[in-house]
C-alpha cells in the first residue's frame, strides 16, 4: 500500500536560513508526490509534484523539492526563509485512481 | 479562474443531528473529491467522483454518510446522524482530466470546519 511519512512535527527555522522539510514514501511502481501547504482556517495549496523527470522540481514561491529515488525521499526545500512560509506542510503521494494519501503534516516555524 | 467553493465554512451541530455540506469545484473540472481532515492529522479521502459517478468510497462510512454529484458539477455530503468523532475539517478538491488523472493536481476550497457536541 502507498504511504507517506513525514518524521517531523516541527521544523524551527530562522528568517533567511535554508529550510528542509523532510518526507519519505512507499509505493508499488513509480511515484506521484506532491507537497501542499496549509496556512490555519485555510485549505490545501499546491506547491509542486514530481511525476517524472528532473529529480529537482521547483515550485510556488520558492520551494523546490528533491526527488530521491534510492533513499524513498521526496524532501521539501528552500534556500532562505521567511517569516511568513510559517505553516503546516504536507506530503502526499498519488493512491489508486488519483487519491492523494498525505503525511500527517510538518508545522515549520520561521522566526525573525 | 475561479477556485473551489465551500460552504457553510463553519458549522457547530449537536450529535445525532443532520448536517450538509456543498462544493462547488472548478469550472470544467470532472474529477471531485471530499477529504476529512481530523485536527493533527493529513487529510483522508472519504469520496471520489468522476463526473456522476463514484469512483472510490471505499473509506465513507456509509451508514451515516452519504454524498451526491447529481450533474456531474456541484456535490452535496451528508452526514446523519453526527458522532462526536466526526468533528473534522472537510476539504472538497478537484481535478481536471480525466485521461491522466493520476498526474493531475489536485485544488482544494477552504473547507468546511464542523463541531460535534
Known amino acids: 500500500a502507498q504511504s507517506v511519512a513525514q518524521p517531523e512535527d516541527q521544523v524551527n527555522v530562522a528568517e533567511g536560513n535554508p529550510l528542509t522539510v523532510k518526507c519519505t514514501y512507499s509505493?508499488?511502481?513509480?511515484?506521484?508526490l506532491f507537497w501542499y501547504v496549509q496556512y490555519p482556517n485555510r485549505g490545501l495549496q499546491f506547491l509542486l509534484k514530481?511525476?517524472?523527470?528532473?529529480?529537482l522540481v521547483k515550485g510556488s514561491y520558492g520551494f523546490e523539492a528533491e526527488f530521491n529515488k534510492s533513499q524513498t525521499s521526496f524532501h521539501l526545500k528552500k534556500p532562505s526563509a521567511l517569516v511568513s512560509d510559517s505553516a503546516l506542510y504536507f506530503c502526499?503521494?498519488?493512491?489508486?485512481?488519483?487519491?492523494?494519501?498525505f503525511g500527517q503534516g510538518t508545522e515549520l516555524s520561521v522566526k525573525p | 479562474e475561479a477556485g473551489v467553493a465551500q460552504s457553510p465554512r463553519y458549522k457547530i451541530i449537536e450529535k445525532r443531528q443532520s448536517v450538509a455540506f456543498w462544493c462547488n469545484p472548478i469550472?470544467?473540472?470532472?474529477?471531485l473529491y471530499w477529504y476529512q481532515q481530523i485536527l493533527g492529522q493529513g487529510p483522508k479521502l472519504l469520496i471520489q467522483?468522476?463526473?456522476?459517478?463514484?469512483?472510490?468510497d471505499s473509506q465513507l462510512p456509509k451508514d451515516r454518510f452519504s454524498a451526491e454529484r447529481l450533474k456531474g458539477v456541484d456535490s452535496t455530503l451528508k452526514i446523519q446522524p453526527a458522532k462526536l468523532e466526526d468533528s473534522a475539517v472537510y476539504l472538497c478538491?478537484?481535478?481536471?482530466?480525466?485521461?491522466?488523472?493520476?498526474?493531475?493536481?489536485?485544488?482544494f476550497g477552504p473547507g468546511t470546519r464542523l463541531l460535534v457536541l
Open positions: 467522483f468522476q463526473n456522476n459517478g463514484v469512483v472510490d
Open positions: 502526499a503521494v498519488r493512491g489508486f485512481g488519483g487519491k492523494l494519501i
Open positions: 514530481y511525476i517524472t523527470g528532473d529529480n
Open positions: 509505493v508499488s511502481g513509480n511515484p506521484y
Open positions: 469550472s470544467g473540472h470532472a474529477t
Open positions: 478538491a478537484s481535478s481536471s482530466r480525466t485521461d491522466r488523472v493520476t498526474q493531475e493536481t489536485q485544488y
